[in-house]
């Protein structure tokens, strides 16, 4: 009964990880809906110590399927491209209007393109145009340097962080 149940636990473990993952995401959001802004940075950041580490735990427990992959990827829409736009729309772009909600929405757009185009390769080793979860994270940590930065600044770090996750570059995966 034991063994069943380890097993069990074992099968179900990565996607158990992936649904922190999106968690985070999700309190993240409501951080920012809340205001709640640095609590909304670090949910982020604890998302992406999640998605790290859960398909290596798929890896190593020879659980990988493709509902984890669809799984993963739901997650990482919400993690990595709707919260921190969300967060830095709140904090940064949103006093430049509709121009601000367009290269938001942008990037949210180019993020689930670029993990639509993901689930459908095969993988080969590499990454084809920038992750969503380190486009994410650059995005999230640029929270700690408005102080120093122009506001402008944001709206050109939106669309290249949306051109490089669409972009067909090459980058090995680590």
């Not at 802004?37 to 950041?45: A, P, R, W």
């Not at 190593?60 to 669809?70: F, H, I, M, P, R």
């Not at 919400?78 to 949103?94: Q, W």
């Not at 940590?141 to 506001?151: K, V, Y």
């Amino acid at each position: 009964m034991v063994d069943t149940t380890v097993k069990k636990m074992k099968s179900h473990l990565a996607n158990l990880i992936t649904i922190g993952n999106l968690s985070f995401g999700g309190a993240s959001i409501m951080a920012t809906i809340n205001e709640s802004y640095e609590y909304s940075v670090l949910f982020i950041f604890i998302a992406a110590l999640l998605d790290r580490y859960d398909g290596k735990v798929a890896r190593k427990y020879n659980q990988e399927s493709a509902l984890g992959k669809q799984l993963d990827s739901m997650s990482d829409i919400i993690s990595f491209g709707v919260a921190p736009a969300l967060l830095m729309y709140e904090v940064v772009v949103s006093q430049f209007g509709t121009v601000g909600m367009v290269v938001t929405v942008m990037y949210m757009a180019c993020g689930a393109f670029r993990l639509a185009r993901f689930n459908i390769t095969e993988s080969n080793g590499f990454f084809t145009g920038l992750p969503i979860t380190a486009a994410g994270a650059i995005l999230t940590a640029s929270f700690f340097f408005i102080s120093i930065l122009s506001t402008v600044f944001y709206m050109f770090l939106f669309p290249i962080l949306s051109i490089l996750m669409i972009s067909t570059f090459s980058l090995k995966k680590v």
